[in-house]
């Protein structure tokens, strides 16, 4: 793999792969949230600055049946011009690209539309990975949140490249915060693990037995839990077919002595919407008609002392429904406690997704150590897994 810094880009056309699938407002159709965008800003500039010039690889959405308009990236066109001041040029088309591409001079940039209208991306097509090739004379993978993803642009496309393939800035920076938790995490280390399926969340659990001090679970899946514990958990989201998978958690965490802290009191709601009655109980004593939307004040207590004396933080997955108001209280807290814990020095590394959405929804993004751009990617990292898209660069 070569490296960027060492790497001669005078002259040279650099197909770049970036995660632009950012969400847009709903009827203005104008991006809501420009944070994967501004991450991927010190790769191009490096390129653009260095002699080179630029070829933007990106999905957007999933599309199912080709295009479709509001997965196109001249949504997204917009304020990546705004953003790099300069004039960005469009292809719809490969034919349009290859002409483009050819007439690109140092210091130009050419966005692709949506890798995934080309038959044959999400198969990893060998056909189409050439052809996205032949846009350029060099190959950088700076999209972190795809790398766990085996498609065309993201893995097929290396392989065109033996000499001249390599990681973008944002994936080396991705890659060095996660292995600051991955490997020798400063003790103690607690990871905070929540939201909807304990299904979803399984593999890394599991993981995380063999590597941290202090688990805290939270959101939803505490409920499969409480249940595997013998809880009465009403109405709750529970995952039946994950109960003896629980137990053997909770059974490894016991053998290694990693403790595992679960919710003690939930809010509970008597329907699954922001303006039900609500109440607070014990999470094992929930009245039938009666579900777990959010982590109680006892639990909330318990997971800050928790947090408060960790020396590293990682958190996937938010405490509650936190979208509703009502609900929203146990993820703001624990938001709360682990920008605290940095603030008294522990390294906090903030998984994508819900839980990255929930640190920018209470005003926290700079309070953290980090917020990662991926979701899944980072998952199957801490799952214990080989991301497709960064083998393909070795
Ligand atoms: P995930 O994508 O698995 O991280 O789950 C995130 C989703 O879980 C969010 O949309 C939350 O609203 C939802 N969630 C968190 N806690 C609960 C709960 N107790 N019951 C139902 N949904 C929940």
Known sequence: MSQMKSYSFQGKRAVIRVDFNVPLHKETLEVQDDKRIKAALPTINWVLN???????????????????????????????????????????????????????????????????????????????????????????????????????????????????????????????????????????????????????????????????????????????????????????????????????????????????????????ADSFSADASTQITSSHHIPKGWMGLDIGPNSIDDFKKVILSSKTVLWNGPMGVFEWEPFSRGTRDIALAVAEATSLGAYSLIGGGDSASAIAQFALVDKVSYVSTGGGALLELFEGKELPGIKALD
Request: contains cysteine.
């Open 50 to 268: 260095h002699g080179g010039s630029v070829v933007l690889l990106s999905h957007f959405g999933r599309p199912k049946n080709g295009p479709e308009d509001r997965f196109s990236l001249r949504h997204v066109l917009v304020r990546l011009q705004e953003l790099l001041g300069v004039s960005v040029a469009f292809s719809l088309t490969l034919e349009e690209g290859f002409l483009k591409s050819k007439e690109l001079n140092a210091g130009d940039i050419m966005l692709m539309e949506n890798v995934r209208f080309f038959k044959g991306e999400t198969e990893n097509n060998s056909t189409l990975s050439a052809e996205f090739a032949k846009l350029g004379d060099c190959f950088i993978n700076d999209a972190f949140g795809s790398a766990h993803r085996a498609h065309s642009s993201t893995t097929g496309i290396a392989s065109f490249f033996p000499n001249d393939r390599m990681m973008g800035f944002l994936m080396e920076e991705e890659l060095n915060n996660a292995q600051r938790v991955l490997s020798n995490p400063s003790s103690p280390f607690t990871a905070i693990i929540g939201g909807a399926k304990v299904s979803d969340k399984m593999l890394i659990i599991e993981n995380l037995v063999s590597i941290a001090s202090d688990i805290i679970i939270g959101g939803g899946m505490a409920y499969t839990f409480a249940q595997a514990m013998g809880g009465q958990i009403g109405n709750s989201l529970v995952e039946e077919d994950r109960l003896d998978n629980v137990k053997t958690i909770l059974s490894q965490a016991n053998q290694k002595g990693v403790r595992l802290h679960l919710p003690v009191d939930s809010v509970i």
